[in-house]
C-alpha cells in the first residue's frame, strides 16, 4: 500500500462511528446465539466440515480461566481422523459472501479475530477472507492468517489466487495457551498482517492477491493426527468500504 503501516487507515483499530455512506461494520463478540450452524454468534455463523466429514463442531467455552476477560468464547473443533479433505471443521459467515478486494490505496477491507489454541501438536488454522469453493486449508482464493505447526512454528501470511499461494512468514512463534489479535487489511494491490497492534507481514505479488474473487469471512482448523484440535473464538470484525 502506498500508506505506511503506522498510517490511520493501514494501523488498527478504527474508529468505531463511521459513516454509513462509507464502510460496513460487522462484530461479534459470540455472546448471543446457540451452536447450531446457522446460528452461532450475533452473525449466524455456518459450521461446515470441508467435503462433508460430520464430526467437526462449535462448542461454548466456559473454563474460568480462559474466559476472565473474555467474554463469549467458543472453540471450533476439527474432526478427530487425520488431516485430508473432508475432516477439517470451518466456520464461515456465508451470508457476507461476495467481498470484493477493492482496487485502490485509499481504500481496503479489515477483517480481524482473537483467538487462542488450546495446545498446537497437529494443528492447521487459516482465518481471513475465502472463495465460496470452501477448499481445504488456504483453499483456492483467499488471503488469510495460516498456522500449520507441522510446516512453520511461526504465523504466515498467505495470499492465494487460483491456487497459486505466496506465504510469508513472521517473527511471531505460535504459543498454546496465549491470546492473539490477528488482523489483515486487504486490496487487490497488497495485503498486511498485523498481530497483537503490530505490523508483520504483507504481500504485494500481483498473482498471488485474489483480485476478483467473491470473498466471505472464515475460520478453519483441521489436525494433522488421530485426535481432535481446536482453536478458541473471542471476537470477529470486519470493516468494508462501499460507496453510496
Known amino acids: 500500500m502506498s500508506y505506511s503501516p503506522l498510517n490511520a487507515i493501514a494501523h488498527p483499530p478504527f474508529d468505531a462511528v463511521a459513516s454509513l455512506r462509507k464502510h460496513v461494520i460487522l462484530r461479534d463478540d459470540f455472546l448471543a446465539g446457540t451452536t447450531a450452524t446457522g446460528l452461532v454468534g450475533e452473525l449466524?455463523?455456518?459450521?461446515?466440515?470441508?467435503?462433508?466429514a460430520a464430526d467437526s463442531d462449535v462448542h461454548v467455552v466456559s473454563t474460568a480461566a480462559i474466559v476472565q476477560g473474555h467474554p463469549g468464547v467458543i472453540s471450533l473443533n476439527s474432526g478427530p481422523t487425520t488431516p485430508a479433505i473432508d475432516?477439517?471443521?470451518?466456520?464461515f459467515l456465508v451470508n457476507a459472501d461476495g467481498l470484493i478486494l477493492p482496487d485502490g490505496d485509499e481504500q481496503a477491507i479489515y477483517v480481524a479475530s482473537i483467538v487462542y489454541f488450546p495446545a498446537i501438536v497437529d494443528v492447521e488454522f487459516n482465518f481471513g477472507l475465502f472463495d465460496?469453493?470452501?477448499a481445504a486449508g488456504r483453499g483456492v482464493n483467499s488471503v488469510s492468517v495460516e498456522y500449520d505447526e507441522s510446516a512453520d512454528a511461526e504465523f504466515n501470511l498467505v495470499c492465494v489466487d487460483g491456487s497459486a499461494a505466496l506465504a510469508t512468514a513472521t517473527d511471531v512463534v505460535v504459543a498454546a495457551e496465549t491470546w492473539y489479535l490477528l488482523e489483515i487489511l486487504a486490496h487487490e494491490h497488497e495485503?498486511?498482517?498485523f498481530i497483537n497492534g503490530e505490523y508483520k507481514a504483507r504481500c504485494v505479488t500481483a498473482a498471488n492477491i485474489p483480485d476478483d474473487e467473491g470473498l466471505a469471512p472464515g475460520f478453519k482448523i483441521a489436525t494433522e493426527a488421530t485426535a481432535e484440535c481446536g482453536v478458541n473464538i473471542d471476537a470477529f470484525m470486519l470493516r468494508v468500504p462501499v460507496s453510496r
Request: proline letters at 0%; one cysteine or more; charged letters at 10%.
Open 87 to 91: 475432516d477439517e471443521g470451518s466456520l
Open 132 to 134: 465460496a469453493a470452501n
Open 44 to 52: 449466524g455463523w455456518t459450521i461446515t466440515s470441508v467435503a462433508g
Open 191 to 193: 495485503c498486511q498482517l
